[in-house]
């Protein structure tokens, strides 16, 4: 009967050693990519590094926050013969891990890296823009948190160009500017939010085209206006939901080859550039909210108080 105690202390002792050696193999240190890895130069007030090129040959990257003392700040690109090559461009990269410290991601940066997985952008980032082209034909990214980069405002033209793998996008609540194409051909591309800043008036072309998935757009509180000619290109069942502040919204905002399924949360807003959307539409209202029963959208959409 004495040796029990001691038994079961002893069978503790090595349950929680199994534990302790279980949990120390599941952790893995993530170490930043040395500064031989790239091709680099110092700004002009030697403050910042500037990454041109990774000559590295390994698949996952940790961009580095700091090089030779200096804070690295862009992925700028390499000047070849007058042309700017990315500095991932065309590389076999699956996963990209990029530190808070950069402001800056440049023209084609990660353009047709075919296997890229996986962006990660570190919490607080400085990030602010990402440039033309930076993602285009990134055929299997999946996973890129653009919520972290909370100082983004803009997004310029093809920078996520047939990103044919991305499903969901959460787009910072500052972010000002998508340029054209940014996002066509983002052909599982199910759910976005459009910021209260950004700016949707883009008379060249849509920024969202060939997003045939397309199942959910939600506007963030803070709106007043919806307009923006051919922004969206609906070609889906799309479920898009307007907040109380919105007061107009343009109907060209939406160019509708599918169904949309539209949920005002509040009064009906002044309806400008026409008196209806395009195709098949049901708009759904709070019954305690006004305007409904004059407004030129009841002749020609179903209207459904929820």
């Not at 055929?139 to 100082?151: D, G, P, Q, V, W």
Request: proline share 3%; charged share 20%; glycine share 6%.
């Amino acid at each position: 009967m004495k040796k029990e105690p001691k038994m079961k202390k002893i069978f503790i002792a090595l349950i929680c050693i199994i534990i302790i050696v279980s949990m120390s193999s599941c952790i893995i240190k993530t170490e930043e990519d040395p500064a031989s890895d790239f091709e680099y130069h110092f700004s002009s007030n030697d403050e910042f590094a500037i990454i041109e090129k990774y000559i590295g040959d390994s698949t996952n990257v940790v961009i580095p926050q700091t090089i030779e003392g200096r804070a690295v700040s862009s992925l700028f690109g390499k000047n070849v013969d007058d042309f700017i090559e990315g500095v991932f461009e065309g590389t076999d990269v699956e996963t990209v891990v990029i530190p808070k410290s950069v402001q800056y991601i440049g023209n084609d940066a990660f353009e047709n890296c075919s296997k890229l997985v996986s962006v990660e952008i570190e919490e607080n980032s400085e990030l602010h823009t990402i440039s033309s082209q930076a993602f285009e034909n990134c055929s299997a990214l999946k996973n890129i948190n653009l919520e972290n980069a909370t100082k983004l405002t803009c997004i310029e033209n093809r920078a996520f160009y047939n990103c044919s793998s991305i499903e969901s996008i959460k787009f910072p609540k500052d972010l000002e500017t998508i340029g054209l194409e940014a996002f066509a051909n983002c052909s599982a591309l199910k759910s976005i939010n459009v910021p209260a800043k950004l700016n949707m008036i883009n008379l060249d072309g849509a920024s969202f085209s060939g997003v045939d998935s397309l199942e959910e757009i939600i506007f963030d509180e803070g709106r007043e206006n919806i307009r923006g000619y051919l922004f969206f290109m609906i070609t889906s069942n799309v479920k898009i939901v307007i907040p109380k502040g919105v007061t107009n919204i343009d109907v060209t905002t939406f160019v509708n080859n599918g169904n949309m399924n539209i949920y005002f949360l509040g009064d009906c807003p002044q309806i400008s550039e026409g008196d209806s959307f395009s195709g098949n539409v049901t708009i759904y209202y709070d019954p305690s909210t006004i305007g409904w029963d004059t407004t030129p959208l009841r002749n020609v959409h179903t209207l459904i108080s929820n």
